[in-house]
């Protein structure tokens, strides 16, 4: 199982980015997949997912609104379009994939996954 995420880099306040997690070893269909992002000194936080069975979408409440998770079966790629973005949104930003069907309270938790990728790096300049 590997995962690559890309699409990070530098955008002023109020620009947009699209990140891209391509995936192998796997196929999405059995893995819900996720986005994770970690600023300098905090801990790394849950972004949004998209479930396995049904393609429920969980966004963060900071992220709502502004930011959209989609995947591509075909290409075996999620996608993060991020839009109106904030020097806040500054961070590493990581997917995520597990073969697991999470929850509300479960979602955001990067426990509840088990395979990850290195990070894109997103700066946002004020």
């Known amino acids: 199982v590997q995962l690559q995420a890309s699409g990070g880099g530098l955008v002023q306040t109020g620009g947009s980015l699209r990140l891209s997690c391509a995936a192998s070893?796997?196929?999405?269909?059995?893995?819900?997949m996720c986005w994770f992002r970690q600023a300098p000194g905090k801990e790394r936080e849950g972004v949004s997912c998209i479930r396995r069975s049904d393609g429920k979408k969980y966004y963060a409440q900071s992220v709502k609104g502004r930011f959209t998770i989609s995947r591509d079966n075909a290409k075996n790629t999620v996608y993060l379009d991020m839009n109106s973005l904030g020097p806040e949104d500054t961070a590493v930003y990581y997917c995520?994939?597990?073969?697991?069907?999470?929850?509300?309270?479960?979602?955001?938790?990067?426990?509840?996954?088990?395979?990850w990728g290195q990070g894109t790096l997103v700066t946002v300049s004020s």
């Open positions: 070893g796997f196929s999405l269909n059995y893995y819900t």
């Open positions: 995520e994939a597990g073969a697991v069907s999470p929850i509300q309270s479960s979602w955001a938790s990067s426990r509840t996954y088990d395979n």
